[in-house]
């Protein structure tokens, strides 16, 4: 293909995909985490309470909105913050490629469907990494409704907005000492004198959902910052940003519970929530926020890099120093048969592994090797008897007889 090219690949399917199912799929999340959070359609489940329990008697914080880290600060930052880091981020992928990129076998290739729509590999990523992201986004808002729906877990300043009539509830006054303060209350009415939208609000603190939401985004742009940022002469800035990014998410958890909106149970429970949904996306469904290669291309994927030069063996190194120094004792034609050269030392390992079935060389023992070996080692002249006496350094490969020179 010639350069400048882009390398183009034809499909019909990922429209079709796009509109049919991953928008459905979508949609359907985004329409179960509303019902969930703004509906009645899902009752939650009235949990009962101890008579002056101090657990839920903290002080009324106000509305949400007054709080120092309200839903209208929570929610976009949430959503905004993550979308402008992987915006940029691709952004510079795509002006800055990395070196991996100009290996043809792990580019990825321009989607063509049709005649007239183009998917280039950058907006693909785009759309993956933000859709992967919403869709997350949104299933830990159902995770953290669900739980406050099926548990009903009160609030620290439950009681505050209950206002429950402890004498119609058959709870005496804590100052006497009769019977009944640990008294469990499951009746439905007993917040009758409270407001019913601030009693409702005060029944789901398990999990924290504002914490869920937090630790999702902050986990999913962490390792989106360290498994697709190159920083190069620094091992400190990727850390720093990831740390950045956790301190907010934190202290949103520390304010939750300073000011007796949730407990800390609460909290972690939505830590764990939603950095479980996060590592769970960025594993199984974003592949490490890397391309995926065909498998027909990725057999090419080390090629271009530098041969791995051969270790040296120490055995044919000892090999080779024994053989010169017998060479230098040895007067000349000693040692050596006819037409055998410096082939000595290894035509004596070979004959000692062919006859290792006898229990010992003696000189009177023959020693031929097999007819093949023979004629590849000496084409010039027949074996001598000899080497079998005096046999050299041990073959690794060959198991060679221990001659006994005692017995000769």
Same mark, same amino acid.
């Given at each position: 293909m010639a350069s400048g090219r882009p390398d183009l690949k034809r499909s019909f399917s990922i429209i079709p995909c796009f509109i049919f199912v991953e928008?459905?799929?979508l949609g359907a999340v985004v329409l179960l985490a509303y019902r969930l959070e703004y509906t009645d359609t899902f009752p939650v489940h009235m949990q009962g309470f101890f008579c002056y329990d101090s657990t839920y008697a903290k002080p009324y914080p106000?509305?949400?909105?007054?709080? !120092?880290?309200?839903p209208a600060l929570v929610y976009p930052l949430v959503t905004a913050g993550p979308a402008i880091t992987i915006l940029l981020g691709e952004l510079a992928r795509a002006f800055f490629p990395s070196p991996t990129s100009a290996v043809p076998a792990l580019r990825e290739k321009t989607i063509v469907c049709g005649d007239?729509? !183009?998917?280039?590999?950058a907006l693909r990523r785009l759309v993956r990494f933000l859709g992967v992201y919403s869709f997350g986004l949104f299933t830990t808002s159902i995770f953290a409704n669900a739980g406050q729906v099926v548990t009903g877990n009160p609030t620290p300043h439950f009681l505050s907005v209950c206002h429950p009539n402890y004498t119609a509830l058959g709870c005496p006054p804590p100052a006497t000492d009769k019977p009944g303060l640990d008294r469990?209350?499951?009746?439905?009415?007993?917040?009758?004198?409270?407001?019913?939208?601030?009693v409702a609000a005060a029944r789901r603190a398990f999990p924290c959902k504002d914490a869920a939401l937090c630790a999702f985004a902050v986990t999913y742009t962490a390792m989106y910052?360290?498994?697709v940022f190159r920083v190069k002469g620094s091992r400190l800035v990727k850390p720093s940003l990831c740390l950045a990014?956790?301190?907010?998410?934190?202290?949103?958890?520390?304010? !939750?519970?300073?000011?007796?909106?949730?407990?800390?149970s609460d909290v972690l429970a939505g830590f764990l929530t939603g950095a479980a949904i996060a590592i769970f996306l960025v594993i199984c469904v974003v592949n490490k926020f890397q391309s995926r290669v065909p498998l027909s291309q990725r057999a090419f994927r080390w090629e271009g890099l530098s041969p791995v030069p051969a270790l040296e063996n120490p055995l044919e190194k000892l090999n080779s120093a024994q053989?010169?120094?017998?060479?230098?004792?040895?007067p000349p034609g000693q040692g050596q048969g006819p037409g055998l050269g410096p082939a000595g030392p290894l035509a004596r390992s070979l004959c000692l592994s062919v006859s290792g079935a006898?229990?010992?060389?003696?000189p009177a023992a023959a020693c031929p090797p097999h007819p093949t070996q023979a004629a590849e080692l000496y084409p010039s002249g027949p074996l001598d008897s000899q080497l079998c006496v005096f046999p050299g350094p041990p073959d690794v490969f060959f198991p060679s007889c221990s001659p006994r020179s005692s017995e000769v």
């Open positions: 928008s459905v799929l106000g509305p949400e909105a007054s709080s !120092r880290v309200p007239c729509c !183009r998917f280039s590999p469990y209350v499951t009746d439905q009415g007993a917040c009758a004198a409270g407001n019913p939208a601030l910052v360290t498994l990014l956790l301190c907010p998410a934190f202290l949103v958890g520390v304010v !939750r519970v300073a000011e007796y909106r949730n407990h800390w053989s010169a120094q017998e060479q230098k004792q040895e006898q229990d010992h060389c003696t």
